[in-house]
Each structure stands twice: as C-alpha cells, then as structure tokens.
C-alpha cells in the first residue's frame, strides 16, 4: 500500500542542537513537501521538492533546511533547534499536478526545551 | 502571492443543524483548484473533496462546496451535522504554482450532542 512514513513520532531537542525529520514516500510521486502546523496556523509550506536532488523554499523556510536525496527520501534539517520551532511536522507527497491531491504522513511532534 | 483565508477558527454546533464553514481566496491564476481537508484527532489531514469548476456543486461523504471564482469562495456546508464531523478542516488552494497547496488556517468544528 502505497503511503508516506515520517520518523521519528515524537522528538524532544535541546535549544541549539540539530535535529533531522526523516519521509519517505512509496507513491512514486514527485513532489515531496514538509509543512508546520501551530494552532492559529494552520498548515504553513517550509520547504518542497520536485524530484531527486531538488529543494524549493517555501512560506517559512528561515531556519530550516531540506535535503531530497532519492524520489523517495526528504529531509527537514533544524541546525540550529529554536523553541519557537516546537510544532508538529507533516510531511507529504504528491504528483505535481494542480488537481492532485496531497498523501500526508502521521507526522512528527517535535518539542525543543 | 496566492492565499487562503478561512475566516472561523472555532465552530460548535448541535448535532442536527447545518454546518457552513468559510473559504475565501485570492490568486492571479484565472483556473485555480479548490480543496477541502479534514483532520479528525491525532490524524493527518486527508482530501475531503476537490473543485476547479465555476459555480459547480461538488459533493462528498455528505458534504458539498461550490467554487464561484465571482467572490472568490468556496464555502463547505452539510444539511445536518453528525456528532462524528467533529474535526478540523482546511480549506486549500492551488492556484498560480500549481505544484503547492496553500492552506488556510483551519477550523475546528465541535459538534455536540
């Protein structure tokens, strides 16, 4: 079955420490995405990608760095965790299509102390 | 830019009455798509229904939007509000990039008994 896994769950990070969220996709879809979600928020675009070593800036990319190693791996890098960072994470794929629709993973509950 | 407002955080209903949520949106792109979301808790979002078609109704799982590009809108509504609706909903656009969804900031709907 195709899907989208985000590890890990939960994550607690120390202030200035590097943290890495990890995605990957089984849809063969190309274009992978990372977005927050803060209550008030809602769902903001840090950073996305059309295929295998492409990264795009999104909404809210300050801070934060992608890598997209594979069609199926994408990254969201912290290098420098922030506790205005603390949020949950969601990672999703889709084909690129404008009528497409998005398949999102569990997401990732990250806490930075 | 392109951008996505939904004008009510929180709605509670009873059980029974009808639901209208807000979606509002601006683009530069005349042939834009329009999405609901739903995130019931600790859940990822998923695609509750889709539109691109001028002052079309687009129905499913009981509710139904319609896109009318004249006031930029596309409004979700259901006749009659089931305990299980209880959730949030994102309103989203594809509009000008085509490969990104732009959310709105979500509302979360209570409904009770």
């Known amino acids: 079955e195709a899907a989208v896994t985000q590890s890990p769950r939960n994550k607690v990070a120390v202030t200035g420490g590097k943290v890495t969220l990890s995605c990957n996709q089984t849809?063969?879809?190309?274009?992978m995405y990372w977005y927050r979600q803060d209550t008030g928020h809602g769902l903001r675009l840090i950073h996305y990608?059309?295929?295998?070593?492409?990264?795009e800036k999104g909404d809210i990319p300050d801070g934060y760095k992608a890598s997209r190693p594979s069609q199926e791996n994408f990254s969201l890098i912290l290098e420098l965790a922030t506790p205005s960072q603390t949020s949950v994470y969601f990672c999703?794929?889709?084909?690129?299509?404008?009528?497409?629709?998005?398949?999102f993973g569990s997401g990732t509950r990250l806490l930075v102390i | 830019g392109d951008s996505v407002t939904q004008t009510e955080g929180l709605v509670t209903l009873t059980e029974g009455l009808p639901v209208m949520l807000n979606c509002t949106y601006q683009?530069?792109?005349?042939?834009?798509?329009l999405f609901w979301y739903v995130q019931h808790l600790n859940e990822s979002p998923r695609l509750l229904l889709k539109?691109?078609?001028?002052?079309k109704r687009t129905e499913h799982q009981g509710f139904h939007a319609t896109l009318h590009k004249s006031s930029s809108s596309f409004h979700l509504q259901k006749s009659s509000a089931q305990l299980s609706d209880s959730a949030l909903y994102y309103c989203?656009?594809?509009?000008?990039?085509?490969?990104?969804?732009?959310f709105g900031s979500g509302t979360k709907l209570t409904v009770e008994p």
């Open positions: 999703a794929s889709g084909p690129g299509q404008a009528n497409s629709d998005y398949t």
């Open positions: 849809n063969n879809h190309n274009n």
């Open positions: 990608s059309y295929g295998a070593g492409s990264t």
């Open positions: 683009t530069i792109y005349s042939n834009p798509f």
């Open positions: 539109s691109f078609t001028d002052n």
């Open positions: 989203a656009l594809s509009g000008s990039n085509y490969n990104v969804l732009y």
